[in-house]
């Protein structure tokens, strides 16, 4: 049996404007949308590669999950600092301006989405 993560799920609580953050700031595909009458939810990610963040916004406030356990959404780019000053430029609120951690051979840049909801951005180097 094999088993993996299909998709992470966050509520927001304007779909429309997480959707434009996550799809037209930072770049991720749209995958899907389902419309049901307890919750309206936006998938985003890249077809056939890497991880998917469901985007969901119900007809009732959900209720928080015991311990708030979400941490962060990490989204990996070949641009760091560019899409860090793309998302600030959008109306992100910046936490954490680029830097390179040699140790890893990676920059990491940190912002928060509409939600607040932490989001990293990352770039792993080749070279």
């Known amino acids: 049996m094999q088993v993996s993560i299909g998709n992470v799920a966050i509520n927001v609580s304007d779909l429309e404007r997480s959707e434009h953050?996550?799809?037209?700031?930072?770049?991720?595909?749209?995958?899907?949308?389902i419309d049901a009458p307890e919750v309206a939810e936006v998938i985003v990610g890249?077809?056939?590669?890497?991880s998917?963040?469901?985007?969901?916004?119900h007809s009732e406030p959900a209720?928080?999950?015991?311990?708030?356990g979400f941490w962060k959404v990490f989204v990996q780019t070949d641009d760091a600092p560019g899409l860090f000053r793309r998302a600030?430029?959008?109306g992100a609120e910046p936490v954490m301006e680029p830097v390179?951690?040699?140790?890893?051979?990676?920059?990491?840049?940190?912002?928060?989405?509409?939600?607040?909801?932490?989001?990293?951005?990352?770039?792993i180097h080749t070279a």
Not at 24 to 32: H, M, T
Not at 52 to 57: F, G
């Open 52 to 57: 998917q963040l469901m985007l969901a916004r």
């Open 21 to 33: 953050f996550y799809a037209e700031v930072l770049g991720l595909d749209v995958l899907a949308r």
């Open 63 to 68: 209720a928080p999950g015991p311990g708030g």
């Open 46 to 50: 890249r077809k056939g590669e890497g």
């Open 88 to 90: 600030v430029d959008s």
């Open 100 to 123: 390179h951690r040699p140790q890893w051979n990676v920059t990491i840049a940190m912002v928060r989405d509409p939600d607040g909801h932490l989001v990293e951005l990352g770039q």
